[in-house]
């Protein structure tokens, strides 16, 4: 997460390490998953803090007032749909919740997903155009004429 993190702050493309062990030696589709998460969390930080008027809500703060209760309002609703970011992988149940349904590791989690998405995933077939060039990089790779 923190080389993510330091990656994207310094303007670099979050997608190319993901799902890679082993300096990028290994592929794992745990990893992928796990990835997944790190980047969206990291792409959420990147995307900062508004303050405009609608994200200071100073008119809301001005009807619901001091203590009251801010979590049954539209507006916090809404925002905290956009400003979290909410994990697939990751458990943030309290300990005990965790161990009541069944302890599952966040690499279990992603075993599930990974699996799940290679069973359900229809990819669409490449455009004949890119096909071809890609073939022709290949054959010119391997010093074969074209």
Partial sequence: ARTALMAGL???????MAGLLESNLVASY????IDEEIIGTTERI????DFDEDAL???VIDRVGHGGVYLSQKHTMTRFKKEHYQPK???RDYFSAWVRKGEKQMVDE???RAAEALRTSVPEPLDRDIEREIDSILMEAAGRPK
């Fill in 10 to 16: 310094a303007g670099a493309s979050l997608g190319n």
């Fill in 30 to 33: 745990e990893q992928l998953m």
């Fill in 46 to 49: 990147l995307d900062g803090i």
């Fill in 57 to 59: 809500a100073l008119d």
């Fill in 89 to 91: 992988a990751s458990n």
């Fill in 110 to 112: 992603a075993r599930e």
